[in-house]
């Protein structure tokens, strides 16, 4: 038993390798090591799981292997269902409100089975694009901005959306966090990164990375490095949306951007005034109403 024991400790303290923005974690942590992580700048970083944390091994393989979003390639005949319906709902032929074909005409028309349809009419639903009612057969529930397809792929809406659901969760509980215990220099940090993006806006620049850094501060002031880590884990995958995001931003209008601001100002505000929940409110709202800008309402 004592082996057994042994043996499960050293797998569950198995390292999981990521790259790693040295400028991702506070210096002191990057010294010292971040909840068993020890980091070193500009270079591989292993993720040690601590022997008292819950931990499955699967799940820590999928999230290294998994593909980024803007690496993700059509896999078949669902993904192609899929972009072709998504298509006809943003160029109106399906209007919000409407009927779609039934799954025997989608099928004739893909000349496929049932089955196939079924998965990628599963995957519009799961993000949220069409709803299904008994007796109401499948309509179309939102029309997503029809200039995403000028930015990003089609097949990756789906995990930028979900990047965005995973993102409010835990990024609400950072702000309200941050609000409870940053101090002088935390909130100097997140008022320079907001700077910087009133900057962009003057310049009609993209700013991607700006806007990271504005919600990397945040959960630096929180002095919880379990939110840093989560942040520096999917830099990748949040740079990728927040592209996409800003660049919808920037073919509407000026005010739109100075409405994304405002937000900002709100969450930075709220963490000025050590409102916790205010500050975990206002971040919220901001990534729900980004979601919304982008998938819509």
Known sequence: MIAEKDAVRQDVNQTLVKFCDNGALLAEHRAAGVCGIPVKPWCIYQIKIGTGLPYNQNLLRQAASAPLMNERKTTGLPDKIYGDILNRILDGEYKEGERLPTEHALAERFATSRPTVREALARLRADGIIMTRHGSGTTVARRPDPDVRRFAPLETLSDIRRCYEF???????????????????????????????????????????????????????????????????????????MNLSRNLSLVKTVERQRLVQAEHMAVLEAIRRKDGPAAGKAMRAHLENALERMFGS
């Open 167 to 241: 993102r409010i969760v835990t990024e609400a509980g950072a702000a309200e966090q941050a609000a409870l215990k940053a101090e002088a220099d935390d909130i100097d940090a997140i008022q320079h990164a907001w700077d910087q993006l009133e900057r962009i806006i003057e310049t009609r620049g993209i700013g991607a990375q700006d806007d990271f850094m504005f919600h990397l501060a945040v959960a630096r002031a929180s002095k919880n490095p379990f939110f840093i880590t989560v942040m520096s884990f999917i830099e990748e995958q949040i740079l990728f949306s």
